[in-house]
């Protein structure tokens, strides 16, 4: 698992294009929006579809489910964990 978060911190940096912030910076239990990282609605739709390109996810819009997968680096490893096709 914890390749994969580290894979999932590299994506996130990449697709935001977060030149100021390295892996190590993420705490991967750390809210992603509003506190914490402070991403918002733009930042939830490129790394969505960064997720479903690196791992092959199939995410719905603006679910609240999809909402619960974006709370953390955690939550988003658990999910690709158990919902990936690549």
């Known amino acids: 698992m914890d390749k994969l978060i580290a894979e999932i911190k590299t994506l996130l940096i990449d697709s935001l294009n977060l030149e100021d912030i390295q892996p190590a910076d ?7 929006f ?29 679910s609240a489910e999809t909402r619960q ?9 658990a999910f690709v964990t158990t919902h990936r096709t690549k």
């Open 26 to 32: 993420i705490d991967t239990d750390a809210p992603l």
């Open 34 to 62: 509003v506190d914490g990282l402070g991403l918002d609605s733009i930042d939830a739709l490129e790394l969505g579809v960064a997720l479903q390109r690196r791992y092959g996810l199939s995410l719905a819009g603006d």
């Open 69 to 77: 997968h974006f709370t953390s680096i955690a939550a988003l490893a």
